[in-house]
């Protein structure tokens, strides 16, 4: 599988409303996920996908877009805008896939201060209500 079979996996999933499954087949078991707002990366299937399932409904929605994509060999940058309340949120994700095609690392960058902000606030309000 290559990166760009990735991208269209990742795609399907985020056009999908999120599906938790559709997410959990995409993620290798020992991926990593490298936050925006938290300091230290999150290893494991199991963390990985609580984060990126509560961006996908934090993040997803109608206003969400990928604007570009950079692709080389197992690894690509994906280039998103998106708003909430009101803030224009720019950011971009880079990703990276084992030799099984799973997602093995996945580190969020998102600009400018006041997005990433608003996005620490509601990102802390859904993994909140997924923990409880």
Known sequence: MTAADGIAAWHAYMAGGGDPEALKAL???????????????QQGRDKVFA???????????????YLREIVDGDQACLEFATELD???INGVDII????????????????????????????ADMLAAQAG
């Open 51 to 65: 984060y990126l399932h509560a961006a996908s409904h934090v993040l997803g929605g109608n206003n969400f877009r």
């Open 86 to 88: 009101g803030i224009a």
């Open 96 to 123: 990276r896939w084992d030799e099984d095609g799973k997602i093995k690392d996945f580190k969020v960058m998102v600009r400018p201060l006041k997005a990433i902000n608003k996005v620490w606030e509601k990102m």
């Open 27 to 41: 993620l290798a078991e020992d991926a990593v996920f490298h936050s925006p707002v938290v300091h230290t990366p």
